[in-house]
C-alpha cells in the first residue's frame, strides 16, 4: 500500500507540480482587495433547554448572568441560591463580510466557556454582537443550535461521544443592525493584497495590468501590495474596473516549499524543490510493553487471599535500514523513488525531510505545522 501511495505521488509531481513555466491564475484567486477582509464580531450569552449537561454549580459566572438576565423580567433571584444544570454561558462569534447591510443574516458559532458537558439540544438567547476593532454592536444572535455530535454519559464512567458536542452552530442565525459597506477606494486607486507575498508574482501582476488595462496605472509597492489607480474612463464605474482587474491572468510564482504537519502525518511538497547529492538510509525501533494480570491462588486451607499479579512482557524490534542515493539537482519525483526504495511511511518521511535539511541537502523551506 505504501509503494502503490509514493508512486502516485511521483506521477502526480510528474503530471502536475514538475511543469514546465509558471502557472497562469486569475487576479481574483491569488489577492483580495484592500478593504474588503471583513471583520469579526464576538458575544457573551446563554445556551437554555439543556438537559442537565450545562455548567454545574462551580461556575460562578453562568448564574450570575442567569440572576441579571431574570432581573430584566422583574425577578429578583441570589446568584448563590441558583442550581441549574439545563443552563450554559456561551461565546458566540460570527463573521462580518465586506458589504454586508442591515437586516442581513449571518451564521454564528457557539461555544461552551464553562463547564457544560454537552450544548446538545440547547437554545441560544438573545446575544448582542460587537465589532471587535471598534467595540460596536452591529447584530443580534439568537436561535436553536446544531452540533453534528452527541456526548452520552452513564454509570461507572461510561460513556459514548461523537465530535466536539461543546460547540455548535446556527445558520443564519445573526440579523445585522447597521451596515458594514468597506472602504476599497482610498485617493482614487485601488490595493491589491497577495494572499501569498512574492516579489515576482508582485511584478508579473503589475506589468499584466499596465499591459491590459493601461500603462502607468499599477506599482507593486511590496512582495505583497500593489496599487492600481483608477482611470479616468472607470471614474464612475469603480465596480466594473475592479470585475475587468480581477479577471487578468497573471503568471505565478512562489519559493520551494516542504509543509510538514507532524500531528496528521502529512507532507506536502511544492514546486522547485530539489535535493543535493545525499544519500539516505533509514530504520525503525519499535519497543512494545504489553502488561497482563494473573491470579495467584493461596494453598489449600491456607490464610492467604487471592490477588492479581501484574505479568508484564517487553518486545523490542529493530528493522535494519537500506541505503539510497538520491544524486544532486533532482526533484521532487526522484526524492519520491528513493522514498519508494526505502518503503518509508509518511511519518517517515516527516523525519528524512528534516535530516535533509538539517544536513543542508534540502533546497527549499521547510515549514512544520
Do not use: C
Not at 101 to 121: F, H, I, K, M
Not at 153 to 179: C, F, H, M, Q, Y
Not at 222 to 230: K, N, P, V, Y
Amino acid at each position: 500500500m505504501r509503494k502503490i501511495l509514493l508512486i502516485a505521488l511521483a506521477s502526480l509531481f510528474i503530471l502536475g507540480i514538475i511543469a514546465p513555466g509558471a502557472a497562469a491564475s486569475r487576479i481574483k484567486d491569488i489577492a483580495r482587495v484592500n478593504g474588503l477582509q471583513g471583520d469579526h464580531l464576538i458575544g457573551y450569552g446563554l445556551v437554555v433547554g439543556l438537559g442537565g449537561t450545562g455548567d454545574g454549580k462551580r461556575t460562578g459566572f453562568t448564574t450570575h448572568s442567569v440572576a441579571g438576565m431574570m432581573e430584566k423580567f422583574g425577578i429578583t433571584l441570589n446568584a448563590e441560591e441558583i442550581r441549574m444544570k439545563n443552563v450554559a454561558a456561551v461565546m458566540v462569534t460570527a463573521h462580518l463580510a465586506p458589504g454586508s447591510r442591515a437586516g442581513g443574516q449571518l451564521d454564528v458559532t457557539v461555544s461552551s466557556v464553562g463547564d457544560a458537558t454537552s450544548l446538545e439540544g440547547g437554545i441560544l438567547l438573545m446575544t448582542p454582537l460587537l465589532r471587535e476593532s471598534d467595540g460596536e454592536q452591529y447584530g443580534v444572535a439568537q436561535g436553536p443550535m446544531s452540533i453534528g455530535g452527541y456526548n452520552v454519559e452513564g454509570g461507572e464512567g461510561n460513556s459514548s461521544r461523537k465530535n466536539n458536542s461543546n460547540v455548535g452552530r446556527i445558520p443564519a442565525g445573526a440579523t445585522l443592525s447597521r451596515d458594514f459597506p468597506g472602504q476599497y477606494i482610498r485617493d482614487n486607486r485601488v490595493d491589491l493584497m497577495l494572499y501569498s507575498p512574492d516579489f515576482t508574482t508582485a511584478s508579473n501582476l503589475a506589468n499584466k495590468v499596465n499591459e491590459r488595462l493601461g500603462e502607468g496605472l499599477a506599482e507593486a509597492r511590496d512582495a505583497s501590495r500593489i496599487s492600481i489607480w483608477i482611470p479616468k474612463e472607470y471614474a464612475h464605474n469603480s465596480i466594473g474596473f475592479i470585475s475587468a482587474l480581477e479577471n487578468l491572468e497573471v503568471a505565478t510564482d512562489r519559493a520551494a516549499r516542504v509543509v510538514i504537519n507532524e500531528r496528521t502525518g502529512t507532507v506536502v511538497v511544492g514546486q522547485h524543490v530539489t535535493i543535493k547529492d545525499v544519500a539516505i538510509a533509514h530504520g525503525n525501533l519499535n519497543v512494545e510493553i504489553k502488561t497482563g494480570m494473573t491470579a495467584s491462588q493461596p494453598a489449600p486451607f491456607g490464610q492467604g487471599r487471592s490477588l492479581l499479579v501484574p505479568d508484564v512482557s517487553t518486545n523490542v524490534q529493530d528493522s535494519s535500514g537500506q541505503l539510497a542515493m538520491v544524486e544532486d539537482g533532482n526533484t521532487v519525483e526522484k526524492v519520491a523513488q528513493a522514498l519508494n526504495e526505502l518503503g518509508v511511511s509518511p511519518r517517515d518521511m516527516i523525519s528524512i525531510f528534516q535530516a535533509l535539511k538539517a544536513a543542508g541537502a534540502l533546497e527549499a523551506e521547510l515549514l512544520i505545522m
